[in-house]
């Protein structure tokens, strides 16, 4: 449990309707109730806990800045494990700044970013992937993934690990039975016995690597560059996706210099675009510059859009950039400026890639393309929402248990005994700890928790 108070806002800097105000460690309730008086009289602690209660709000010197609501909770009921507090005011970013002074002259001090969900991983509410789900959620731009980041805080993700991690501790656990209570009736410790065991842990782990393209898909969003001669439109292209003039565009060939990235959803999918300078040969020092971070882009991509004006002819550097795209990854032709007369046509030797016509201009196609997006992408093989790997991290250490579990698995082969291979036994239990927080180091557990807001 946290030995000191903690408070912050927990709403946006921005006006707005509502704004909250969170208090969590030992005294929240008494804290709370010095700056918050209830219309009836009664001190705050003195309701009953999780029931808002209407009062007024006031300033470290008393006096009234808002009509509020209150509430608190008790230690060992909250979302953070310890009493906490919470006031609802009007969501002015002054009231709210008055009210957090006043429960500083209280004792409270400020929150850290994360600190109240870390609080909440400390004292057991919710595992380590339950408290990464709380940013994912935050930060979700689709449904999918609300769904996945919602699934994964109710311990969707934290039950498929679980099941893996229960039956190798049952392995280990039968082993030293065995070994420690040889005159008991237990069943013998055979080859057999664990390979089947090791064997079901082996696949469960492969399959739930398996996800993580998906998951990290729809946590992360899919990188996707934008490519093409000057002028075919790329940057019209962009401003039409995101909804608004992001990049600048003009009539003058190579105006856009520099990779320009932006975020949108299309087709339901998130896509962290790039628009890149027009691919072409330039004498400019810093349009050759431009050039070459486009072709890092290309590389780096998981999906390529090569925009073509097709009111002009085709060139060589048309076809060259279509053949490289599809090289580095999947590729959607955008067929652009479909409003004016069509003059770019082709003889059917580059179709080698799915083709869409558009006019960035009028948005005509848009929708066309947004299918196309959508068909392109994996959606998943059926697992249940929130069960999916969404990171680095948590890909990292599975896929260091599944290792582990391989090398047991090819030690049980080539005759090692029991206990030699129980030792990568307990590797794989230990990087299946990483995933859920048991065994976890606190320089990971930092690094998890920067990702946080403050009041979070």
Known sequence: ???????????????????????????????????????????????????????????????????????????????????????????????????????????????????????????????????????????????????????????????????????????????????????????????????VALEEAHTRLRALLATYDRGRLLSQGLRCAIVGRPNAGKSSLLNALVGYDRAIVTDVPGTTRDTVEEKCVLGGVLLRLMDTAGLRESADPVERLGVERSHRAMEGAELILVVLDMSRPATEEDVTLIRRAVELAPTIIVENKCDLPRVLKWTGELDIAPAVPVSAKTGAGLEDLAALVAAGVPRGTGEAAGSLLSNARQAEAAGRAETALAAALEGLALGVTPDALLTDVEGALAALGELTGRTVREDVTDRIFTRFCVGK
């Open 1 to 195: 449990m946290g030995t000191e108070l903690i408070a912050a806002v927990a709403t946006g800097p921005v006006p707005g309707a509502i704004g909250v105000v969170r208090l969590s460690g030992p005294g929240a309730a008494e804290c709370a109730g010095a700056v918050f008086a209830p219309a009836d009289g009664r001190p705050l602690k003195a309701h009953p806990p999780k029931i808002l209660v209407y009062g007024t709000l006031r300033d470290r010197g008393g006096r009234t800045i808002d009509r509020a609501l209150g509430t608190w909770s008790e230690e060992g009921r909250s979302y953070t494990g310890e009493e906490t507090a919470e006031l609802q005011c009007h969501g002015s970013p002054m009231v709210l700044t008055l009210a957090l002074e006043a429960l500083f002259a209280q004792g409270a001090r400020q929150a850290g970013p994360g600190e109240f969900t870390r609080r909440a991983f400390l004292n057991g509410r919710l595992d380590l992937a339950q408290a990464e789900a709380v940013m994912d959620l935050i930060d979700a731009q689709t449904p999918q993934a609300v769904r996945q980041a919602a699934g994964q805080l109710s311990g969707a993700l934290s039950g498929r690990v679980e099941e893996i991690y229960s039956g190798l501790v049952d392995v280990m656990a039968h082993f030293h039975a065995v070994l420690d209570y040889p005159d008991e009736d237990i069943d013998p410790f055979t080859a057999d016995t664990i390979r």
